[in-house]
């Protein structure tokens, strides 16, 4: 269940009976948050949504600070195993898919990435020479780097080269730039035309851009690809609930597979705290740590 901001201030706000703002509380927050998790069985996630909204309503709507007053109820924390597909699943899976939904299929589950960190790759960002793909302000804002598979050189420097078409047809027609991020469009106002900064998987029309009010090329939608794969997914005959994410799951679980360090694995797919990767560890079909049943004895 997850709920807009809105909706949770009108929610807050019957809760505590149209209490006049000035007149709120932590306490009223507090007991808020227990009921959403006790009554309502919220998820934990849900329940962080509605904290987060109503603290920036206290913080900067009433001037208070009341982190340190809240100690409500906790919504437990679910945790789920990862859906992961078998090498023979993900195969099947490709075989499906043709043309740029392939290649992009192909460079998450190779690369390990988000859905959004591939569609937002930039030219500049992929080094063929050293086999290495950068990821720029991925989740959490952070940079970080993963292996580029030798397997898909040809095919990504093949799609570059048409990619590059495109490209000069742009600028031979002087139309606007890609976007950027904030700070760079501000500061190198021309950057957005040059091509390195240019989509790797740029859409093939131009579209009006939401930020800033402009005609200009977008990467490709996520839908498009989500749309693609879960075509190929029927079509391979796979019944488990899979995804795009879950070519990310599969890259991280056969890697683990095949004996790689949990740290290196944590690295490649950025996670901050480890115990997000040790997730895999529970859905490697691999006995990774060597353990022999009594039974076998």
Not at 177 to 201: C, S, T
Request: aromatic letters at 6%; glycine letters at 6%; hydrophobic letters at 40%.
């Amino acid at each position: 269940m997850v709920i807009n901001q809105c909706i949770v201030k009108q929610r807050f706000r019957a809760f505590v009976h149209d209490k006049n703002p000035p007149g709120l509380e932590g306490k009223d927050l507090q007991d808020f948050l227990s009921q959403l998790a006790v009554e309502r069985r919220v998820s934990a996630s849900t329940q962080n949504q509605a904290l987060n909204a109503i603290v920036f309503l206290y913080r900067h709507l009433l001037d208070k600070n009341i982190e340190g007053e809240i100690s409500a109820v906790r919504a437990r924390q679910k945790r789920r195993l990862p859906v992961v597909l078998t090498l023979k699943e993900v195969k099947s899976l490709f075989d499906q898919t043709k043309g740029v939904y392939r290649l992009m299929a192909m460079l998450i589950y190779g690369c390990g990435l988000r859905l959004l960190e591939a569609l937002s790759l930039r030219i500049k960002d992929i080094d063929l020479e050293q086999n290495l793909i950068i990821i720029r302000a991925g989740k959490g804002d952070k940079d970080r780097r993963t292996v580029l598979p030798e397997t898909l050189k040809d095919d990504l420097i093949h799609h570059i080269e048409k990619t590059k078409t495109l490209y000069d047809q742009d600028r031979s027609k002087d139309l606007n730039g890609v976007h950027l991020p904030d700070a760079l469009e501000r500061k190198y106002p021309n950057a957005g035309k040059e091509w390195g900064w240019f989509w790797v998987f740029p859409s093939k029309s131009l579209s009006f851009d939401p930020r800033t009010h402009i005609v200009r090329r977008h990467h490709i939608h996520p839908a498009a690809l989500q749309k693609a794969v879960k075509t190929a997914i029927a079509g391979a005959g796979i019944i488990k609930q899979a995804s795009v994410h879950t070519l990310r799951h599969s890259f991280a679980t056969h890697l683990l597979e095949q004996g790689y360090d949990i740290r290196t694995i944590q690295e490649l797919l950025g996670h901050q705290n480890l115990q997000t990767t040790m997730i895999y560890t529970h859905v490697a079909t691999k006995n990774i740590l060597g353990v022999k049943s009594p039974l076998d004895r």
